[in-house]
Structure formats: structure tokens, C-alpha cells
């Protein structure tokens, strides 16, 4: 093959790009492999520090339960009780795609999946000054405690009348969506999975 | 191939001050004004930063005489994100409340025009040594840059030095402006006339001497 019909096929053109992304694509695959373990740790700790803001202080958690949800996913489920032992809540954790990357979140839910008592976005990518609001308990988190779950939540522009409306975050309406499109697809995800395993554990 | 353009030694030195990436390129202005409001986000976006402009010279300088012209430019963005995502890996795990501060700004790294401008300028044209150089004393020059806007805003704006108080709340009342967003355009337009201002100085020596 001459020099010239090389550097015009495709591949003469193309192989250090594909070379390069093969090895770092190995390459990150490793660190992933390598650290994932220890993100995931910090993220529980993290779960941990925020049940009690969620549900509140005396809040402990006296399980991780592993919950087969509607959809086959198994996942943890954490069961929330005061010091006295009785439960008081369910701490799910959910993630779904957001505006511009996951973000992942825990919403706490009373024992019977009728009311959501808080909400917290753990980990989220959103724009600068606009989406990444919807970690502000102020501006958007607060509005989740005490609304129902017995409904799904839906996002509006203006001020929420319903019990079941959140309002958006000014100028990230789609980032507003996606935490509510989670925390409607967790709850009924796991709601009669949870209900069922709790009344199997009260029975036998 | 011989190295034409300036030697290592050279290409450390203008990173710091004659060509400093921040004050005299005004390069990397996403993180100048959003992680300057303490010194330790600033110090770990510096350090992240520094890694992923040392790594990718190291690697764009290695593969420079393979480069294809119409190609560089996705081969340095796909090296660049490669070390953005390690450094945001590394961070997550070894550092999670730094990665929590920083959020989305440590993956924006990729975006940071001083990387792909010295893979454009320097590395993807001089030897391995000039590169690491380069590398190193653009980092060096960003984090002089990053630091001294948030030295600032932090002891105006928290009375506090890397979280540490410096002064009580009696003694000092704080500038809450400092530390939001406002705070880093006021400290950052006063901080580039400064230098200009010096600059302009030291040039009228220059030309009255000579």
C-alpha cells in the first residue's frame, strides 16, 4: 500500500484515536474498579449523616434491608426508627438521569408510604446557578416534607395549590422534573414490596 | 525533530507571572469566579488542575509526531477528559467533601482552556521536558492566581485562612458579599488591575532605561 491511499483509508487516518480510546478507556475502567468501592462507602456515610435532617433527630436506622422492587432491581431500603425501636419511616434511595448528568437522591417516607416526610439530593451535576438549586432546602427541598405520596407529584411554574405540586426551580423546570419523576418512580417502585416485607416480618 | 520556541526552563518561569494563565491569558475564568470562595476549593481545583495539565502535556508531547492535523484537537480533548475523570474519581474517593464543594466543577476541567492551549501551544510541538515544564509552571501560575483571589474573599468574606478563624465575629464583621458571587468579580477585576497596573510600571522602567 502506498503512503498516499494509507493516509487517505480510514483507518490511516483514524488508528491513534482509536488506539487512545482503548487505553483510557482501560484505564479508567481500572480506576473505577480500583475506587469504587471506597466512593461507595463515602456515600453511605453520607446517607447516614443525612436521615436524621430527613426524618428527624432521634431518627437511628435499625436496618438496611435489601428490597426487591416492582421492576427486579434489588436495592437497599433503610428502616428508620426512633430510640424507643418503633418505626417511623423508610428511607429510599433513588437516582434517575437529571438535565445534565444522574442524580441520585433519598427520599424518607412515613411507615405506610402515605406521606413523604424530606427529601435530599446526595449527588447531582446540574448548571451552575440554576439546576444545582435543587439541593436548596430554601429555594426547593423544603417544599417535599409533609406533602403526600399517595399521589404523583407533579411540577408547576407557579405557586403549588395541590397538595401533590412542587414548584420548580426558576429556570430549571427540566432538572425540577427529573427529582420528581425519581421520587414518583421509587415510591412506586417500592412501595408494595416495602409494605409487603414489613408484614412478612410482623408474621412470622 | 529539534525543539524550536522556548526551553524548559523558560516555559516554567512564563507560567508563574510573565505569562500567567489567569491574570495575563485570562484563561480558566469558570473557576476563577466559581471556586474562589475558600482557599481549600481553590487549592484542590489548583491541584486537580495542575495533575490534568502535567498528564496531558506528558502524554499530547509523547504521541506529538503521530498527531494528525484535523485530528489533534479530539485526541487532546479525549486525553484531557480521560484525566478530568481520574482526578474526579480520585476525589470522590479520597476526598468526598472537597468533590462535594467543587460539584460539577471538577468535571468542567475539560472545558478549561488553559489545558488544550498548552497541548495546542507547547506540547503537541516540544520535547517531553519543555512539556512537563510547561505544564507545571502554568499550574504553578494558576494556582498563584486562584490563590490569591480566594485569600482575599475568604479573610474579607469568612474572617477565616483554609477554614481556620483568623478573626472573631466582634473583630471582624463579615463581607458576606465576598464569598458570593459578586464578591469574586469585585476581587478579581481589583486583583487584574493591580497587575496591570504593575505591569504597565515596570514596562515605563524598562523603556526609560533603555
Known sequence: MTEEAKSGSYLGQAWLVIILAILYGAAL????????DRIETNKRNKIYDRIPNLVGSEAIVVEERLVTGKDGRE????????????????????????????????????PLFTTIKGMSVISQKETPGLGDHITSPERFTGQFAGITALKPLTVVKETASAPHEIQAVTGATISSESVTTIINRAIDNFKQ???QSERERETT | MADSGPTAGERF?????PENPVYRQLLGMCPVLAVTNGLMPAMTMAGATTFVLVC????????????????????FTLTIATFVTVADRF???????????????????IVNCIIISRCEICSSKQGLGTSIADGFGMGLGFTVALLSIAVVREVLGSGSVFGYELMSEGMWP????????????????????????????????ALGEA
Open chain 2, 56 to 75: 496531558a502535556n506528558v502524554i499530547t508531547s509523547l504521541i506529538r509526531n503521530l498527531l494528525k492535523p484535523h485530528l489533534r484537537i479530539l485526541v
Open chain 1, 193 to 195: 414490596p416495602v409494605l
Open chain 2, 174 to 205: 463579615r463581607w458576606g458579599v465576598m464569598v458570593l458571587p459578586p464578591g469574586a468579580f469585585l476581587t478579581f477585576g481589583l486583583l487584574l488591575g493591580a497587575a496591570e497596573w504593575f505591569g504597565m510600571k515596570r514596562r515605563e522602567r
Open chain 2, 91 to 109: 476525589l470522590a474517593a479520597f476526598m468526598p467533601e472537597m468533590s462535594d464543594a467543587l460539584g460539577p466543577y471538577v468535571p468542567l476541567i
Open chain 1, 75 to 110: 436495592k437497599t431500603v433503610y428502616r428508620v426508627a426512633d430510640t424507643e425501636g418503633s418505626l417511623i419511616a423508610w428511607v429510599l434511595r433513588a437516582e434517575g438521569q437529571g438535565f445534565a448528568d444522574n442524580i441520585e437522591l433519598l427520599v424518607s417516607v412515613d
Open chain 1, 29 to 36: 475502567a481500572a480506576v473505577q474498579i480500583g475506587w469504587s
Open chain 2, 13 to 17: 518561569i512564563n507560567g508563574i507571572l
